[in-house]
C-alpha cells in the first residue's frame, strides 16, 4: 500500500516540481566558466547603450557583455536588485543613480572596486563625493546632470516673452503671461511623480536633506530652502499657472507633444527622451539655464547622473570594472556615450571632447547645448550624502504630494510628512539619527 | 481561503476493517491538498513567520552589516496604528461600497433581462456583456485611462475629472465593475436557465405578468447564486489591485498605498521592509476569511429566509 500510495503521490509531486522549474526563472549573472570569454551581463536602460556595448564587445573578445534593458527604469529597478540581491541573480553591472548609491551599499547591492581600478583623479571633489563613502569607492562616475529648464522657444516668442526667465519671479510672471494668451496652455507642470525633480529644485535653493558626521545621521528634509520651494510651487498652483499633472504620464506626453505644456525643468538628458514624449516638437525647443531664486545665482541643483556598480552578485568583478572604467572613464568610452546616450561626461578632464561640440539631435537648433551644460555643470551643488533610505523618502515625496495637489491640502504638511517618515524608518532600521 | 476551508473540513473518512479502500480517497485527494499546502499555507505560515522578524542595521554610516532580529508582534502593531492602513482599508471599502451593488445589480437585471420571454438576440447580447471579462484587468485598466484623460478621452474627461478626489472612488469601482460584471451574469443566467419551466408556465396562467414572474418567481429563485455573487464580488474587492496600480501612474489621485494591497506591495517592494509588509498582508488574510465566514453565514440567512 505504501508503494502504491508513493507512486500516487510522485505524479501530483512531478508536476508541483516542475511548477516550481518554470518560476525560477533567470540565472545569475555571468558564468563561472572555466575558460572562453567572460560573459558579464549589464542592465541599463538609457536609449543608444547598445552601440557603446557593441563597440567594447569587438575591441574585447575575451570580456562580452550582454546589455540588458530592464523592466522598469530608476527605483523600480533598484528595488529589484535589492530584492534579487538575495537570490544572487543579479547581472554583473548596474546603471544606478547617485542618490540610489548609499541605498545600495546598505543594501549590499554593489561592492567597493578600489582594487580593480587604478585612479579618478581626473574627477572632481564635488562628483566623488557622490560614489566614495567611508573611504571606499563604489563605481566610476559617468556623467553630471544639472538642472536645465526647456521652453518651446516657438511659443514663449508668440507669447512675446523674448528671453527665458532668469528668476523664479520671472517664471512666475512668464507663467501668467503663457497661461492667459491661451488658457490651455502651462509653461510647466508641478510634478509630484519625481521625486528627484523636487530634491533638484530643494538643492539649488540650498537645501541639504542629509548630512552626516561619524556614523550618526543628520536629516532636514523639510529644511527652510526646501519650504520656500514647496511654498513656491503651491503658490503657482493655486493661482492655475501650472498644471498639477504628473510627468510621464499619457497626458502629460500628449500635452508636451500638442504644446499645452510648454516647458519643462528637466535634467542634461532630456534631449534623449524628448524624442519619444513630444516627437512632434523636435528642433522648437530652446535649453536654458534654470531660474533663481536671485537674480545672478549661478548655483544648480541637479537630476539623476549615474555610475554603473558593480554587483555583489558578480562573479567577475575585475573584468566588470574593467568595462565600466572604459566606458565612464576613457576617451572613447565617453566619445560613444556622448554621440548614442548624449551623455555629458563627469569629469571636468573629457566636458571639451570634440564629440560635445555637436548638439544632441533633439537640440540641433542649439549648437552651444554642451558649452550650457558645462557651465551649468560646474555651478551643481548638491546636499552633504544621500540618505541610506532615499527611496522610502521619493515614495513619500510622490504619495504626500500627489495628495496635497489632489485635495488641495498645504505642501508644508506633506513635506512635514516626508521628514518624519524618513526619520521614523532611518530610527526602525537601526541607523543613528540626530 | 474559501477553497480551502471547505478542503479542510472534510477529512477523509478512514476506515481501517476494510483493506483496500481507504488508499483510494487519499489518493484522489493528495494533488489538491499537495497544492495547497504548498502554494496557499506554505507561503502563509512563511509570511507569518516574516512578519515576526526585522531588519536591523549596525556598522558604520551605511549600516553595511544588517541581520534579521526577532521583532515580536512590532511590525504587527505599526501595521494596526498606522492611519494609512485604516485609510487604504477605507478607500477599499468605498471602491466596494460602488461597485459590489452596482455588480449585482446589474448582473442580475442582465440576467433577468436575457431570460425574459420576449428577449431577442440573447446568444449575442450574453456575448456581449461577457466580453469584458475576457479582457485582462491591467489592459481594461488601460483603456479605461484613456477613455479618462482629457487629452485622449472621448467621454467627456475635458469637463468630467474622473480622477478627483471623489470621482476617482467611481472610475475606479468602475473599471472592476465591467471586469466581473459578464461572469456574474453568467452564474445568475445559468441559475435562473435551471428553474422548471413549469412554474413560470402555473404563474402565467395564474395572470403573473413578466415583471411579476421576475420579481415574485425568479428572484427568490436565484437568490442562493445571488448570495454567491455578492461573496465573490466582496472577496474580489478585497483583492483590489491590478486596477488602481495601473492607473497610479496617470493621477496624482492614487498613492502607493491607495488599497491594502498596494500597501503590501509599496511596504515588500518599494520599501524594502519585506516584514512588515508580510505583517500587514496576514492581517489582511485574517480580515479577508473573517469577513468571507461572515458574507457566507448572513447571506446563507438570507436566502434560506428568503426561500421560505
Known sequence: MNKKLLRALAIPVSAVIGLAGLTACSTAGGDSGSSGPVKLTFVNWDNGMDVVVAAWNKANPNIQVKLIKPSGTGYTLYNKLITDTKAGTNPDVAEIEYPAIPLMISNKVIVPIDKYISSLDNYSKNVLNRVQFEGKTYGVPQNICPLVFFYRKDIFDAAGITKPPATWDEFAADAAIIHSANPKQYISNFDANSPEWFSGLSEQAGGNWWSASGSTWSVNIDDAATQKVASYWQGLLDKDLVAPGPSWSTQWNTDMNTGNIVGWISGQWAPNQLPSIAPDTAGKWAAAAVPAWTAGDKKIGTWGGEVEGVTANSKHPAEAAKFVNWMNNSQEGLNLLIKNVQVFPASAKYQSLPALSTPPPFMSTQPDYNTLMAQLASNVTGFDIWGPNANITFNTYSDAFGKAVTNKTSFLDALKTVQDTTVADMKKSGYTVK | ?308
Not at chain 2, 477529512?11 to 483510494?24: D, E, G, I, N, Q
Not at chain 2, 420576449?118 to 483603456?143: D, E, H, K, M, W
Not at chain 2, 468630467?160 to 471623489?166: I, L, M, R
Not at chain 2, 447564486?225 to 496617470?250: C, D, H
Open chain 2, 1 to 308: 481561503m474559501a477553497i480551502a476551508l471547505t478542503a479542510e473540513g472534510s477529512p477523509p473518512a478512514s476506515r481501517r476493517s476494510r483493506r483496500r479502500r481507504p488508499a483510494l480517497p487519499v489518493l484522489l485527494v493528495a494533488p489538491a491538498v499537495i497544492l495547497l499546502l504548498l502554494f496557499t499555507f506554505a507561503p502563509a505560515v512563511y509570511a507569518f513567520v516574516l512578519s515576526l522578524l526585522k531588519n536591523h542595521v549596525s556598522g558604520g554610516l551605511l549600516g553595511t552589516s544588517n541581520e534579521q532580529v526577532f521583532a515580536g508582534i512590532e511590525n504587527y502593531i505599526a501595521t494596526l496604528t498606522d492611519s494609512e492602513f485604516w485609510g487604504s482599508l477605507g478607500r477599499m471599502l468605498l471602491v466596494a461600497a460602488v461597485g459590489v451593488p452596482t455588480v449585482l445589480i446589474l448582473a442580475t437585471v442582465f440576467a433577468l433581462c436575457l431570460d425574459a420571454n420576449r428577449a431577442r438576440l440573447t446568444g449575442f447580447s450574453r456575448l456581449a456583456i461577457f466580453l469584458p471579462y475576457a479582457v485582462p484587468g491591467v489592459i481594461a485598466s488601460l483603456l479605461w485611462g484613456f477613455l479618462y484623460l482629457p487629452a485622449t478621452s472621448p467621454i467627456g474627461g475635458q469637463f468630467v475629472d474622473y480622477f478627483g478626489n471623489t470621482t476617482i472612488f467611481f472610475a475606479v469601482a468602475n473599471v472592476a465593475v465591467w471586469g466581473v460584471l459578464g461572469f456574474n451574469m453568467v452564474v445568475l443566467y445559468t441559475a435562473l436557465k435551471s428553474i422548471p419551466r413549469e412554474l413560470f408556465d402555473a404563474a402565467q396562467i395564474d395572470g403573473a405578468s413578466e415583471l411579476q414572474l421576475a420579481l415574485r418567481i425568479k428572484l427568490p429563485m436565484i437568490a442562493p447564486a445571488m448570495t454567491m455573487v455578492a461573496l465573490f464580488s466582496v472577496i474580489g474587492a478585497l483583492q483590489l489591485f491590478n486596477e488602481p496600480t495601473t492607473l497610479k501612474p496617470l493621477t496624482n489621485a492614487i498613492s502607493s498605498t491607495w488599497v491594502p494591497l498596494m500597501r503590501v506591495y509599496t511596504d515588500s517592494f518599494v520599501n524594502n521592509d519585506i516584514y512588515g509588509g508580510a505583517a500587514s498582508a496576514f492581517t489582511l488574510l485574517v480580515m479577508t476569511v473573517g469577513v468571507t465566514v461572515l458574507v457566507n453565514v448572513v447571506g446563507t440567512r438570507l436566502s434560506n429566509r428568503s426561500s421560505r
